[in-house]
Structures are given as C-alpha cells and as structure tokens.
C-alpha cells in the first residue's frame, strides 16, 4: 500500500512558477506521474518518471515549460512549473504505478489532489 500526499499548490499570475511535491509512504520503487484535472474535464496525463530518473515523458502542452524530478532518498517527486498559463489551472494528482504510461488505470495509487490556479 502506498499514500501519497500533494504539497505546493496554490495561486499565481500569468508567467509565474509553482512547485509541487508528492511525498510517498509505504512501498516506494514505483514509476511517479502528474495528472491534472479541470472542471468539467477529464483528468489528463502532465508528466512521468520511472524509478531511477532516468526516463521522463510530458505531455506536449507542458514541454519546456514543466520538470518532473523525484529524490528517492525522501520519498518525494517533484513537479517545477514555470511559465504557467491560465490553462494550466486545474486539480493535480500524485500517481505512482508499475508500469510506464499515461493513461489513469495504469496507476494504482493516487494522492487528493491539489488545486493550481492561474489567473491572467
């Protein structure tokens, strides 16, 4: 059993950076990933990274401007966003799973979530 719990959300303008944090407890060797979810919409793959950082993927909205990291010594991957849009707003959630992938169902363990808003 894995928890996961998002830290870092929160408010800013047009061009500005947030970072997000996920901490992880229990059994921690999995592939880590970002989804977001707007109101009204699906939630959607952002960014992946298998166990040992050597292996990253984004979706192409978030290419050069989002870096995802994890630093398995404390249990914690990142997300650096910068240059955020106000299309970037949305809820975003912590996933760890087994397999490399962007769709929902491939990852078994999710945190709560965190609310990200930009405003123009």
């Known amino acids: 059993q894995v928890q996961l719990v998002e830290s870092g959300g929160g408010s800013v303008q047009a061009g500005g950076s947030l970072r997000l944090s996920c901490v992880a407890s229990?059994?921690?060797?999995?592939?880590m990933a970002w989804f977001r979810q707007a109101p009204g919409k699906e939630r959607e793959f952002v960014a992946r990274?298998?166990?040992?950082?050597?292996?990253?993927y984004y979706t192409d909205s978030v290419k050069g401007r989002f870096t995802i990291s994890r630093d398995n010594a404390k249990n914690t991957v990142y997300l650096q966003m910068n240059s955020l849009l106000p299309e970037d707003t949305a809820k975003y959630y912590c996933?760890?799973?087994?397999?490399?992938?962007?769709?929902?169902?491939?990852?078994?363990?999710w945190g709560q979530g965190i609310q990200v808003t930009v405003s123009s």
């Open positions: 996933a760890a799973g087994s397999l490399l992938g962007s769709l929902t169902g491939q990852y078994a363990y």
């Open positions: 990274i298998n166990r040992s950082s050597t292996s990253t």
């Open positions: 229990g059994r921690t060797s999995y592939v």
